[in-house]
C-alpha cells in the first residue's frame, strides 16, 4: 500500500550553508538536529526510506523558523532557499518526494504572501509551514491574516508546527524551562493555544476555505475533549475582567465545532491510544499519516517504523487505512 508521509524534516545544502551563516553556530535543539545524518545526507535518507515498501516523503524544514535571527532580507533569502533545495529535490526524485512545504517568515508578512505564491504557484509546493508563535506573537496577531487568506486562496493547507523554547520558563519565579518540558509538555501545550487563537479570532468564519494540519496528532485538544466541548461552551463564567459571552454568541458554530476543522497527523512517536484518540476526534478524514522523521534514536527509522506498526495495528477498514496512508494526503495537498 502507497504510503505519503506528510512531515518529514530537512536542510537542503544551500539552505543549510545559509543557516549556518546566519545563525554562526547550532545549539540546543538545532544542534540536535545537525547531527542526524538523515537531515543534510541523502544517501542516508535513501537508504532509510528503502526499508520501508512504497514509502514517500513529503519534504519540509527543520526549525529555526526562517526569520529566527537576522533581518528582513536574510529572512526572505532563508526561505527561498529552503523552497527551491526542496523543489530541486522533489523534480529530481519525484518517485521519493512528491511535494514540499515552503517555510515562510512569518516576521515579514508580505514576503511571506509572496513567497507562498512562488513556491506553490511556480514550485509546486503543496502549502506552507509557519510556526505556533512568531517571535513571542500570537497567529492570531491582525498583520499575519493576509497570510492565510493567500494560501486558502491558492487552495492549499497550512502546517503548523510548535516553536516554544527552554526562554519559556515552567514558572513566573524562573527564567527558562528545565528538563526539557518546554519540548515534551510545552509543544503541545503551545499547538493547542495557537488552535485556540484561531478558533476565537473567527479566523474559519472569516476564510472558509482555510485548512490547517496541526503537528503531533492534535496536541491537546482530542485528550481534552470534554473542556473544548462542554467547558468551553461556558466561556466567560470563570472571566470577570472582561465579557466573553457576546463572542460566543458572534461565532458561528460552537467552539468545538471549529476544533474539528483542524487536520492531524499521526505524528505521536508511536503512542497507539495518542492516535486512537485522535481519530475518535477529528475522523478518519481529517487525518494523515507522518512520522516526524528524522527525529527519533535512531535518526530516521524508528519513528517510521513505529507508525507504520501502529497504523497497522488499528481495528479499521482497509479502505480507512488507506485514507490515512495516502488518500487523504492525495485529496488535501493536490498529489495525483
Not at 483542524?262 to 503512542?271: H, K, R, V
Amino acid at each position: 500500500m502507497r504510503k505519503i508521509d506528510i512531515f518529514t524534516h530537512i536542510w537542503p545544502k544551500r539552505f543549510h550553508e545559509l543557516l549556518l551563516k546566519q545563525t554562526g553556530q547550532m545549539k540546543d535543539m538545532h544542534r540536535r538536529s545537525e547531527a542526524v545524518p538523515m537531515m543534510t545526507n541523502l544517501d542516508v535518507r535513501f537508504k532509510v526510506m528503502d526499508s520501508f515498501d512504497e514509502y514517500q516523503q513529503i519534504l519540509s524544514l527543520a526549525s529555526p523558523p526562517p526569520d529566527a535571527v537576522g533581518a528582513r532580507e536574510a529572512w526572505r533569502e532563508l526561505s527561498r532557499a529552503g523552497s527551491d533545495g526542496m523543489a530541486e529535490l522533489c523534480q529530481k526524485y519525484p518517485d521519493r518526494f512528491p511535494s514540499f512545504i515552503a517555510s515562510v517568515a512569518m516576521r515579514d508578512p508580505e514576503g511571506a504572501v509572496e513567497e507562498s505564491r512562488r513556491a506553490i504557484k511556480e514550485l509546486g509546493a503543496c502549502g506552507i509551514q509557519i510556526y505556533t508563535n512568531v517571535n513571542g506573537k500570537p497567529l492570531d496577531a491582525p498583520e499575519f491574516r493576509p497570510v492565510f487568506k493567500a494560501v486558502a486562496e491558492l487552495g492549499k493547507p497550512i502546517w503548523i508546527h510548535p516553536a516554544r523554547t527552554a526562554s519559556f520558563p515552567d514558572y513566573q519565579t524562573e527564567s527558562e524551562s528545565l528538563y526539557e518540558i518546554w519540548w515534551t509538555f510545552g509543544w503541545p501545550y503551545e499547538s493547542s493555544a495557537a488552535q485556540a487563537r484561531i478558533v476565537f479570532s473567527k479566523m474559519f468564519d472569516e476564510i472558509p476555505n482555510l485548512k490547517i494540519i496541526i503537528h503531533h496528532a492534535g496536541a491537546m485538544i482530542p485528550f481534552f475533549e470534554g473542556r473544548v466541548g462542554p467547558g468551553w461552551d461556558q466561556l466567560g463564567a470563570r472571566t470577570s475582567s472582561r465579557d466573553y459571552k457576546p463572542l460566543l454568541k458572534e461565532l458561528k458554530h460552537r467552539p468545538l465545532d471549529y476544533f474539528k476543522m483542524f487536520y492531524a497527523d499521526t505524528a505521536t512517536f508511536g503512542s497507539k491510544s495518542a492516535l486512537v484518540c485522535a481519530l475518535d476526534f477529528y475522523g478518519i478524514d481529517h487525518v494523515l499519516f507522518a512520522s516526524d522523521a528524522p527525529f527519533d534514536p535512531e535518526g530516521g527509522p524508528m519513528y517510521i517504523r513505529e507508525t507504520l506498526r501502529v497504523i497497522d495495528s488499528l481495528d479499521i477498514s482497509k479502505a480507512d487505512r488507506e485514507k490515512l496512508y495516502y488518500k487523504n494526503a492525495c485529496r488535501l495537498l493536490g498529489i495525483k
